[in-house]
Nanobody, 123 residues
Framework: QVQLVESGGGLVQPGGSLTLSCVASTYNIDIYTMGWYRQAPGKQRDLVARISSREITTYAASVEGRFTISRDNATNTVYLQMNGLTPEDTAVYCC?????????????????WGQGTQVTVSS
């Protein structure tokens, strides 16, 4: 059973920074495009950043220039460095596979969503 475990969220003031981590257990992520998604209350889950197996990164317009996605295949870990946080970034953040072509999850079966990590940006 593949498990994705996210961590690193918390409460931060506007303008602050956080680094999220996602570890995939029993699953080698090195050949897959990985992504960070977020879901705000009452909204759908959206992809905000993805990184290909060759470490090509792509970002949603709303986070471009503020967020940085990276990966460490040796430890099956994906990171999301978030700077310049605003209240609009408040959401539950999850990681999972991402489609290398479409903006979202892949068309093939992908692991169940983890619990995610809550990011709250508030003064």
């Amino acid at each position: 059973q593949v498990q994705l475990v996210e961590s690193g969220g918390g409460l931060v003031q506007p303008g602050g920074s956080l680094t999220l981590s996602c570890v995939a257990s029993t699953y080698n992520i090195d050949i897959y495009t990985m992504g960070w998604y977020r879901q705000a209350p009452g909204k759908q889950r959206d992809l905000v950043a993805r990184i290909s197996s060759r470490e090509i990164t792509t970002y949603a317009a709303s986070v471009e220039g503020r967020f940085t996605i990276s990966r460490d295949n040796a430890t099956n870990t994906v990171y999301l460095q978030m700077n310049g946080l605003t209240p609009e970034d408040t959401a539950v953040y999850c990681c999972n596979l991402a489609s290398p072509r479409n903006w979202g999850p892949p068309s093939f079966n992908y692991p169940d969503w983890g619990q995610g990590t809550q990011v709250t940006v508030s003064s």
